[in-house]
């Protein structure tokens, strides 16, 4: 008996087993997180590698570890995938209600134009030191002033407007006029002081008005401690003009009459050798008040009458009584008065 019940006690036992291989019985472990806590609450579980539920195509239990819900959980406070956050990089920004500033329709601010810093608005009040303000309704235009010296690269139109000042016009005038000459035809000068027989040195003033009336200085080769010549140096520079300077007593402010001054040329014309000089023969001489050294305006008169001299025919529309009213009425606001220069 006791043999027996012990046969069908193992029998039922192999049974059972039997039945648990057949069924492929699961089996799943549970473990604690990385605090302490129960694996279940982070739903963090492991199974068997031979475990396949999709083969009996079932889905994942929840809490079971996959290939998606394996991937590192943000920190906390950090943005997810579902949510938004401030990037730097981004293309397009996102409303601040902390921003320091936002654009309202109808705002006065005034911006840089082009090539002004980073085109940061300003405010209208700071706009004169950091920016330009454009308006609408601006009348000013924009004036650009070109040195004497370019004046003949621009060329004169016909139906041009007048010039700003008549200091611009008569330079201007001048450096038209001689600028054409060629180096063969611009004539040589001899330049008298009011001291008889003593000429100038090439950085003195006189020197510059000769050579902007578009002639050359026979003296431009003198050492400064040697401006005294004598006629002899004089004949045999030939000096196609000569100019004299006189003083107050003969031409100048308030000298009315040119008695003084025709006395004068007629003694220069009489010196000796004089006569075949090439100024002398073609009455190429002019006597200048040594006012005219003075100032600007009037050393602009001084150039015309020696450019007048010198090429009577190149310079025969220019008026010498009209320009000297004009430049000393734009410099002075009077009317010049007296006798500046003499022609004989």
């Known amino acids: 008996m006791r043999k027996m019940r012990i046969g069908k006690i193992g029998g039922l036992a192999l049974a059972v087993l039997c039945c648990l291989a057949m069924a492929g019985c699961r089996c799943r472990t549970t473990g604690t997180g990385p605090a302490g806590q129960d694996a279940r609450q982070e739903g963090a579980y492991t199974s068997r590698p031979s475990d396949d539920l999709s083969s009996e195509g079932e889905s994942a239990p929840e809490g079971l570890i996959t290939e998606e819900n394996t991937a590192e959980k943000p920190e906390p406070g950090e943005a997810t995938e579902n949510q938004t956050r401030e990037n730097p990089d981004a293309s397009r920004k996102e409303y601040d209600e902390n921003a320091p500033a936002e654009i309202l329709p109808g705002a006065e601010k005034s911006v840089h134009g082009p090539g002004e810093g980073s085109g940061a608005s300003t405010l209208k009040e700071d706009a004169e030191t950091t920016a330009n303000l454009l308006e609408e309704d601006a009348e000013e235009t924009a004036t650009q002033t070109v040195a004497a010296d370019q004046a003949e690269q621009m060329g004169v139109s016909e139906d041009a407007e007048e010039a700003d000042s008549a200091l611009t016009y008569y330079t201007v005038l001048l450096q038209e006029r001689t600028g054409s000459l060629f180096e063969c035809q611009r004539r040589t000068v001899y330049w008298e002081t009011a001291k008889d027989h003593v000429t100038v040195y090439r950085t003195a003033p006189e020197h510059n008005l000769i050579l902007n009336a578009g002639a050359y200085d026979v003296s431009a080769r003198l050492l400064e401690e040697n401006l005294r010549v ?20 003969i031409l100048g402010g308030g000298v009315f009459s040119d008695v003084a001054a025709k006395k004068m040329s007629e003694s220069l014309l009489a010196r000796d050798g004089w006569a075949t000089l090439d100024a002398v023969r073609n009455r190429r001489v002019a006597l200048l008040a040594e006012e005219l050294l003075e100032a600007p305006y009037l050393q602009t008169v001084a150039m015309l009458v020696i450019a007048k001299t010198a090429y009577p025919d190149l310079m025969a529309d220019v008026e010498m009584d009209k320009a000297m009213q004009m430049l000393t009425e734009e410099a002075t606001g009077s009317i010049p008065s007296g006798i500046f220069w003499y022609i004989p």
């Open 230 to 249: 004598d006629d002899g140096w004089i004949g045999r520079k030939n000096p196609e003009v000569i100019v004299k300077v006189v003083d107050s007593s």
